[in-house]
């Protein structure tokens, strides 16, 4: 009778614990687990100082500035130098530790020291049959913080490839653009006939930065001729911050083997 008594005390003693949300260890001097505290960063972004919390063993983002004529590199630990912890995005490159530095300082760039280009390592094959070809570059993080605080600067995009066809004068149109699809920007489009052998041709344009927000920047070949194939290879895409215009219009040079 005695244990079947303690029983019962024991489960109604657990039942009003639970009710009051609080827990037995608690009620003999226990205490819950404390949340880590968040660790705070100063980040120094050249005219102006802002704070953020950061979750310790966590990856950040903050909302990255941008400058006029210029565009974000980072944020390091020294004004000049030092090391990385934020790229241009605003994302940090560490999870966080109390041991890193609490002091960030944003460094910036000139936009006109940018240039980007790459050869993509694709041969680009069209035709009535195939429909259109299309290949495509990022242009990276610091690109895009350029065209994001300066969306009316100027920017020259240039491609440069060897392209035949067919047959003599066999028609492709081919041009620069922000989209892989029909649906973006055609910018310094090609139109002339190819010739049956390789050869050089370069296409250029100036236009505001703003059209290349997605930060891509594609080259696009709608499809050939009624009969046979096209082919585009040995391709090279750049784009550049110009304070003046220097186009040279599109060249085709004497046919290569």
């Not at 440069?160 to 081919?174: L, P, S, T």
């Not at 922000?178 to 236009?207: F, P």
């Not at 046979?228 to 550049?240: E, N, P, Q, R, V």
Request: hydrophobic residues 35%; contains cysteine; aromatic residues 10%.
């Amino acid at each position: 009778m005695k244990k079947t008594i303690i029983a019962l005390i024991c489960v109604v003693t657990i039942c009003a614990t639970i009710l009051c949300g609080c827990s037995l260890f608690e009620s003999v001097g226990g205490s819950k687990s404390k949340p880590v505290p968040k660790i705070e960063l100063t980040i120094h972004d050249g005219s102006s100082t802002r704070t953020v919390e950061v979750t310790p063993g966590m990856k950040t983002a903050i909302t990255p500035h941008t400058k006029k004529d210029h565009y974000l590199k980072g944020y390091f630990d020294q004004e000049q130098n030092g090391t990385k912890y934020i790229d241009s995005a605003g994302v940090s490159l560490i999870e966080w530790k109390s041991t890193n530095p609490t002091e960030l300082y944003a460094q910036w760039g000139n936009i006109y020291d940018l240039l980007f280009e790459e050869s993509p390592d694709y041969i680009m094959e069209f035709g009535l049959s195939m429909g259109h070809d299309v290949v495509g570059v990022e242009l990276g993080l610091e690109i895009v913080n350029a065209i994001i605080g300066n969306p009316e600067a100027l920017v020259e995009v240039t491609a440069k490839f060897k392209a035949k066809g067919a047959f003599k004068g066999y028609q492709a149109n081919i041009w620069i653009s922000d989209k892989s699809s029909t649906s973006g920007e055609q910018i310094a489009r090609l139109d002339q006939g190819l010739s049956t052998s390789y050869t050089e041709y370069t296409i250029s344009d100036i236009v505001e930065s703003r059209i290349f927000k997605n930060g891509k920047m594609y080259l696009y070949v709608e499809h050939g001729d009624f009969f046979g194939m096209g082919y585009a290879k040995d391709i090279t895409l750049s784009f550049k911050f110009v304070e003046e215009p220097s186009l040279t219009p599109y060249e085709d040079s004497s046919a290569l083997i």
